[in-house]
């Protein structure tokens, strides 16, 4: 087993290196944005009229140009890329001229715009902010030098060079997103006093971006924004927490008015739930991502297009699919076949009439979603019942693997080795607690990074237990099993063996484990948290009842039919994993999508209608039945 180990061994460290790469990508795109949007804000303290008024500020927007571009050189090969470095050059060289104000903002904007298009990051925060907290938050680590009020004129501002801001400064605040107070929150900014708060959760972040993006705004003009939000559906209709998060509100201002927008603004900022109210932050996301990519697609940009379709579900749909497969499994297995196949029409190169057909039908897919993901659907009994089932679902697989594993060594009389196989499944719950803390305080998971996991998980697991399943069923028969006890059983059972057994055991209970929690911490933000209590500590009370039972019958079991039946259990499971993994990785886009019609989905068996899914099981069960069938034969010889 010490290829297994090692192989263990390297699925965790292409993870870890997958992960690094991807994380340090999006935070590249995301300095570069902040540094455009720091250039689109504050060139009007540095140029006027052509001339310097301030050689600190005009030097510092040289250099920001500068190192976006320098940032940008080093981002992955892309589509869009090389328009993007035009625009980058385009830009350093209106600073240079000293173009004016409007000229550069402009610029910065759209440089800005088009990078993320090319190069999609999250661009909103996945649950709803909280205000209060933002206010506690702005008072213990940002009143000191920004002041109670906000005028950046707290007892620690004085003889700080540049001064700190003022967020009560209502042009100033015109010009800023709360996206863009978010990315200064989370970096910071060089050669300031304006240190990064990237210790802090993302979700603090965000609820500190809004408290400080509503300090310009009267509280007086919240209440009567909340008069015109209530009394306009069209104004709710159109705006989502993804618009509310990056819209500047000058930008609103001239679709609106400068009142109007003021008046919003204020409300919405401090009230940013009344936005989720009407749209889910996700599907929002999803949605602008695929609008995204029939633009792409029309300019002829196929992998672009693939690329934001890719992102829709992954940064979009895929946060929210657990959750809705709880309020409503069949309009989530529509829509995501509905994405696959989107993702395989626009690999096809099909037309844009095909393209911008399956997009209308999603986007009404996503409207039935919201409704469903309504907070004021989510009852007691819901919540239960989905802690319940997949906590029962995800958990089964892994216990019926450990359970087989635990029993085989038992019926050895190696209990020697047993403690490996626990030290694997309490370390996978161990790992699991830490993912949970994770996801929830520290990092966002993104969806790439989760279906990208739990398709090699289940990969790694197949192929363990490939071998493990002919390998038993070649021992069913009792003389068999004797010979094999006599000769080869102190050599099977080595150190290095019980490792790898520790290996096997952690990866099949951490995929489970992996994919419970993500669910778990989605349904605890939807309310009725003694109901998800309740509906997990059920669903364990059963998967305990369920592996007595088990333990008890495995041990009365004759061996040749315990390893019988064990035999065929794993294969069983062996084709399932195949499956589930091969269509998490067509989800993260490292496999192709080709689809089959009219054919039947059964997750509970990993089944998927696809070429590649359908073919990679019926290619292990080949390979079972060939293993099985040569067993056979070694017997009647």
Known sequence: MTIRALAFCFLLSLQLISGVAVRADTDSVLTIWRLLDYVAVDYREAVRDGEVINADEYAEMVEFASTAKGKLDALPSSGEKGA???????????????????????????????????????????VVPEFQRGKALYAEHCASCHGVSGNGKGPASEGLNPPPIAFTDKERAGERSIFALYQVIGQGIDGTSMASFAHLPSQDRW?????????????????????????????????????????????????????TANRLTAYLRRNPDAVVQTSNASLALARSRLSEAVLAYEKGNRAAA?????????????????????????????????????????????????????????????????????????????????????????????????????????????????????????????AGALTWVAATYLIAISGAHREVTEGLGSLFAAVILLWVGIWMHGKSQADTWQRYIRDKLGHALSRQSAWGLFGLTFIVVYREVFETILFYAAIWNGGNSSAVIAGAAAAVAVLIVIAWALLRFGRTLPVGKFFAYSSALLAVLCVVLVGKGVAALQEAGWLPVTPVAAFIRLEVVGLYPTVQGISAQVATAAILLIGFWRNERRRVA
Request: no cysteine; net charge negative.
């Open 84 to 126: 993007l470095l035009k625009q980058a050059a385009d830009l350093q060289a209106a600073i240079e001229r000293k173009a004016a104000p409007e000229v550069v903002a402009t610029l910065s904007r759209s440089f800005a715009a088009d990078l993320v298009k090319a190069y999609p990051v999250p661009l909103a925060p996945t």
């Open 207 to 259: 609820a500190l971006a809004f408290y400080v993006g509503s300090l310009a705004y009267p509280t007086e003009d919240a209440a009567r924004g909340e008069q015109l939000w209530k009394a306009d559906p069209g104004l709710r209709s159109r705006t989502t927490l993804a618009s509310l998060v990056g819209d500047r509100p000058v930008t609103l201002a001239a679709t609106l008015g400068e009142d």
């Open 306 to 430: 693939t690329d934001l379709a890719l992102s829709a579900y992954l940064d979009g749909f895929e946060p929210v699919e657990k959750l809705l497969a709880v309020h409503d499994g069949a309009l989530m297995r529509r829509i995501e076949a509905a994405m696959g196949e989107l993702r395989s029409t626009l690999q096809r190169g099909e037309a844009v009439e095909d393209i911008r057909s399956q997009v209308r039908v999603l986007d009404g897919l996503f409207s039935d979603a919201e409704a469903a993901l309504d907070p004021r659907q989510a009852t007691a009994a819901s919540s239960f019942f989905g802690a319940f089932t997949v906590l029962l679902r995800e958990a089964l697989e892994a216990m019926l693997i450990v359970i087989v594993m635990l029993t085989l060594l038992r019926k050895t009389d190696r209990r020697d080795a047993e403690p490996y196989l626990h030290f694997g499944w309490i370390s996978a719950l161990a």
